[in-house]
């Protein structure tokens, strides 16, 4: 069964700092492009940061840019999301999703496609 979790999420004060994870199983992500979108309570969920299946392209939203760093470990067959910076307009919930390896890093995170899998999600929340 294919399957992406996500996990690292939890409650942090504005300017600190999260590392999130979305670990497979059931297949490798070498093949996949994979983004990390986020949903803030009655909006709609955005991609964040996507990159591609080898680590050499990657994509940021413009509200994000210089706080967040995507990137993966093919051998853990884990993508992760470094967050320095955080600010309570980062409060959602993370999701991660795997998209075929020709779908680019940018292209994924522009909009999102029925056809990605999906994690669950993990609650990120930044407040004081």
């Known amino acids: 069964q294919l399957q992406l979790v996500e996990s690292g999420g939890g409650l942090v004060q504005p300017g600190g700092s999260l590392r999130l994870s979305c670990a497979a199983s059931?297949?490798?992500?070498?093949?996949?492009?994979i983004g990390w979108f986020r949903q803030a309570p009655g909006k709609e969920r955005e991609g964040v940061s996507c990159?591609?299946?080898?680590?050499?392209?990657?994509n940021y939203a413009d509200s994000v840019k210089g706080r967040f760093t995507i990137s993966r470990d093919n051998a853990r067959n884990t993508v992760y999301l470094r967050m320095n910076s955080l600010k309570p307009e980062d409060t959602a919930v993370y999701y991660c999703?795997?998209?075929?390896?020709?779908?680019?890093?940018?292209?994924?995170?522009?909009?999102?496609?029925?056809?990605?899998?999906w994690g669950q999600g993990t609650q990120v929340t930044v407040s004081s």
């Open positions: 990159i591609s299946s080898s680590g050499g392209s990657t």
């Open positions: 059931g297949f490798t992500l070498d093949y996949y492009t």
């Open positions: 999703a795997a998209a075929g390896l020709l779908t680019t890093a940018q292209d994924m995170c522009a909009q999102e496609q029925s056809s990605y899998y």
